[in-house]
């Protein structure tokens, strides 16, 4: 019987394991070190640790507009190894140098803002995952028609941002059957510009919509709230109070001519809010039981106490921000949120005399692990009051703390330091804590936590 002969072995260096294995990892550093310690790399490998050796930023995207002129070349030789590329039209880019496709696994991330980025668009458009049009490319009806054109090829896009556009044809292309869009953002010039309701209805009605983002009005306010309210998929609404939209949902009534509007979202942000805004109406439409995520911010200072003493009815509540905003002396105790997680505040106003009750709250919140409140005017005495509580924050999970741009000195922020270097000795939890915006020694603090390597400050 013949022998049978042997084929080429394959060359571990060569397979893609290896390519996988350089994608999962995080950081250059990493990739340079797990590079440096193979004894054969293959052809796109040894180019890729070129290039990270002369810029680590381009890992693990590869951001084409900050692609140093030099790099071109083992940029092409490596662009296999890369899942994410990035172009936002810092610098130009000659089109002419790259392959008119990318590899299959190369996600694409573009902003289209004039007609060389639009080529873009148009030669790379089934790898485009996420898109940024900017309304001064939609010029005429030529441009409208390629965009629109290659909108229809984006077979993999996720996530578009509209700026400055409220062109019907471009929003009708984005929901278009072939497309799967998850998140779509549309943002105009000014709060009183309306975009076609009939193309936002049309995605909210796709399994696939998950995510909606309007600072504009629509030509039908109510269809929109009605669709929002029916979406089989929607989870996070984010709104400005100043828009059509925005005013509409605040003020929307519970008519016994119209079923009721309940929205199932786990997330809800709101920007812009008005003085005239009905909180207590804007949230009798949303399902509290299923909210994960809220952001309130205030178009001018704003009390939102009402909301405070509210928060018992989010149960399900892991993580709250507030721009913007003041409270008064509550008119009952806050009741206990045990699945918070984090809390931030900025420009946020908490009159001292209620600090302690605002961080006992805090307190009962046994999984906190994340507390910025920034640009708030925090005195030397509230910095006091803080400390005296980052110990217990500290041994029930806080991680994060920042506290930047405030009214801090160097005594207050070495007192905050010490209480949680006096939290630290039997956590094991790393933690950092940013103090930036302020006046403080630096090397005064740094010897402060000297001899706790668990706390990181950044200044």
């Not at 709104?239 to 519970?254: D, K, P, V």
């Amino acid at each position: 019987m013949a022998k049978r002969t042997c084929g080429s072995r394959t060359r571990w260096h060569d397979t893609p394991v290896v390519m996988d294995v350089v994608r999962y990892m995080a950081s250059a550093p990493e990739v340079l070190a797990f590079l440096g310690a193979l004894s054969m790399l293959s052809a796109p490998l040894a180019a890729l640790r070129r290039l990270l050796l002369r810029a680590q930023q381009q890992w693990p995207t590869l951001a084409l507009d900050a692609l140093p002129d030099n790099c071109i070349d083992l940029a092409l030789s490596t662009l296999a190894t890369f899942t994410q590329v990035r172009y936002t039209g810092l610098k130009p880019f000659d089109l002419a140098q790259w392959p008119l496709a990318l590899p299959r696994t190369v996600r694409l991330e573009l902003s289209v803002h004039d007609a060389a980025s639009s080529l873009i668009l148009d030669r790379w458009a089934m790898s485009v995952t996420t898109l940024h049009i900017h309304g001064s490319v939609i010029k005429n009806t030529i441009e409208i028609a390629r965009v629109c054109s290659a909108l229809e090829r984006c077979t993999s896009l996720t996530r578009i941002v509209l700026k400055k556009m409220v062109v019907p044809d471009v929003v009708g292309a984005i929901v278009s059957s072939a497309l799967r869009v998850r998140s779509l953002a549309i943002h105009t010039v000014a709060s009183s510009e309306r975009v076609a309701h009939g193309p936002v209805v049309d995605w909210l009605r796709s399994p696939t919509a998950t995510t909606l983002c309007l600072s504009c009005g629509t030509t039908d306010d109510d269809a929109v709230l009605r669709a929002l309210a029916a979406s089989p998929s929607l989870n996070h609404l984010a709104l400005s109070c100043r828009s059509s939209l925005g005013r509409a949902f605040s003020t929307a009534s519970h008519s016994v001519n119209k079923p009721p509007l309940q929205l199932h979202l786990t997330s809800l942000e709101l920007q812009g809010i008005m003085p005239t805004t009905n909180m207590a109406s804007l949230l009798g439409h949303v399902n509290l039981s299923t909210i994960r995520k809220v952001v309130f911010a205030c178009h001018t200072p704003r009390d939102l106490t009402d909301l405070w003493q509210r928060l018992h009815a989010f149960p399900e509540l892991e993580e709250i921000a507030l721009h913007r905003c003041r409270q008064r002396p509550p008119t009952r105790a806050l009741q206990p949120h045990s699945r918070l997680r984090r809390v931030s505040l900025d420009r946020t106003v908490i009159p001292l005399e209620l600090l302690g009750c605002f961080l006992s709250w805090l307190g009962a919140a046994r999984g906190l692990q994340a507390l910025v409140w920034t640009n708030s005017a925090l005195s030397v005495a509230a910095a006091g009051m803080i400390a005296k509580a980052l110990p217990h924050l500290r041994q029930h999970g806080l991680v994060h703390v920042d506290l930047s741009s405030n009214f801090f000195d160097n005594g207050a922020a070495a007192r905050l330091l010490t209480g949680l270097c006096d939290a630290c000795t039997n956590v094991t939890r790393p933690l950092t804590i940013h103090l930036g915006g302020m006046a403080l020694d630096r090397d005064l603090l740094s010897r402060t936590l000297q001899t706790h390597h668990r706390v990181t400050l950044c200044m």
